[in-house]
């Protein structure tokens, strides 16, 4: 479900990921462990090591929410799609557990979860920001390194940065026109 903005706008959501101010401590991505119950072994959001990417410093790694996802164009059921605010879900109760979405992903942002028996990845904690909430990794970013943006609004600041060109998407090269928007230091 998305919600309208001061303007009476739908939002359009997207991650900003300053790596000029990630410091590796890994707290994002313990508080997405902790918020969407991760099982062991897996994750949803990582902190991937510096040169990943090209990038001389750690990289927050998760569901990149693209607009042209091969996630939402492979999955049978229809279970996997994008939300009308730009978030892609998984609808637990229609995934069939065929996989077809782990593989399709370029991003390797997926995991089969055998507890439930269904994939998963991270929803930018839609339910959060549904109720006025900023996601678990942003709220507990130490370095401040993680923002969610609204596209929507135009007085935002960090779609400001993503306008401007300062924070650019990871392999746009490969077509999939992701959410997730990444600054990158000299």
Not at 23 to 33: L, P, T
Not at 155 to 161: I, N, S, V
Request: aromatic share 6%; proline share 7%.
């Amino acid at each position: 479900m998305s919600t309208l903005t001061k303007s009476g706008a739908r939002h359009q959501y997207a991650l900003v990921v300053d790596t000029t101010r990630c410091i590796g401590c890994e707290a994002c991505s313990v508080a997405c462990r902790v918020e969407n119950e991760v099982p062991d072994g897996h994750w949803r959001s990582r902190i991937a090591p510096p040169t990943s990417g090209g990038s001389k410093a750690p990289l927050k790694w998760s569901c990149m929410h693209c607009a042209d996802a091969p996630c939402v164009q492979v999955c049978p059921t229809k279970a996997t799609y994008r939300r009308t605010d730009g978030i892609v879900v998984i609808v637990a109760d229609k995934c069939v557990g065929c996989k077809y979405c782990i593989v399709a992903c370029p991003y390797g942002a997926r995991y089969f979860d055998d507890k439930k028996g269904i994939p998963d990845k991270c929803d930018l904690c839609a339910g959060m920001l549904d109720a006025g909430l900023k996601p678990a990794c942003v709220q507990t970013c130490v370095g401040r390194a993680l923002a969610v943006a609204d596209l929507a609004d135009p007085h935002d600041k960090d779609a400001a940065r993503i306008r401007s060109g300062e924070a650019r998407p990871l392999h746009p090269e490969l077509g999939t026109k992701p959410s997730v928007y990444y600054v990158v230091g000299e």
